[in-house]
């Protein structure tokens, strides 16, 4: 069965470094996201990206987070500059069609910021 | 604004006891509903949907159904297997356009013990 992959699992940085987080999406996908919790927190929505643009971002998508689709089959999530705050799980997730609901996530990356 | 307010967890069961946790939304149109299960190490799976009041969702002996007036969509199973121990996210995402972006709930970590 088809799924979406994310890594690394674990990423450890510090504070001011940039990182990067990768997702391949399901293969026939045509709309993408990215998701965060913060331990103890509620699953946020950060970003939506369809047809090489980016459809919706939240309050928490400023400057310092972009996101890109490569090539064909990655998406990845980029942090310029990290922060204590951005430690969180950090989900991706793609759906199909237009009318699906569905959305099938990753199985996350932890990052850890020092 | 939207958002999902669920049961606070952790809830230990034993095997065969009946569950419920409790679920209510706000939103600002017309939501669709979700149960989405969380297994350890895994990703966020979609447990069932309801898309208009009324609907019952089911799946794997889960059942919740939409109530508008109540502005809920509890979970509930009858008898609870060890296999059933995960979190639980209920969501909702709003109709129109294309985006589909999920707001959730914290989430409940469910125990079962045989």
């Known amino acids: 069965e088809p799924e979406v992959t994310q890594t690394p699992s674990h990423q450890v940085t510090q504070m001011g470094q940039e990182v990067i987080l990768r997702c391949v999406p399901i293969?026939?996908?045509?709309?993408f996201y990215w998701y965060r919790q913060i331990l103890g927190q509620k699953v946020e929505f950060l970003v939506s990206?369809?047809?090489?643009?980016?459809?919706?971002k939240s309050e928490i998508f400023d400057d310092q987070f972009s996101v890109e689709r490569p090539d064909g089959s990655n998406f990845t999530l980029k942090i310029r500059s990290t922060k204590l705050e951005d430690s969180a799980m950090y989900f991706c997730a793609s759906r199909g069609q237009p009318s699906s609901y569905e959305q099938y996530f990753g199985p996350g990356t932890r990052l850890t910021v020092t | 604004g939207n958002s999902v307010t669920q049961m606070e967890g952790p809830v230990t069961l034993s095997e065969e006891a009946f569950l419920t946790i409790n679920c209510t939304y706000t939103a600002t149109g017309y939501p669709s509903l979700f149960w989405y299960v969380q297994y350890p190490g895994e990703g966020l799976q979609l447990l069932l949907k309801?898309?208009?009041?009324?609907d019952k969702g089911s799946n794997k002996g889960f059942e919740a159904t939409y109530r508008k007036e109540t502005t809920s969509f509890h979970l509930e199973k009858g008898s609870v297997q060890v296999s059933d121990s995960a979190v639980y996210f209920c969501a909702l995402s709003l109709r129109g356009g294309s985006n589909y972006k999920l707001t959730f709930g914290k989430g409940t970590l469910l125990t079962v013990n045989p």
């Open positions: 293969s026939n996908h045509l709309y």
């Open positions: 990206f369809y047809n090489n643009e980016i459809s919706e």
């Open positions: 309801a898309t208009k009041a009324d």
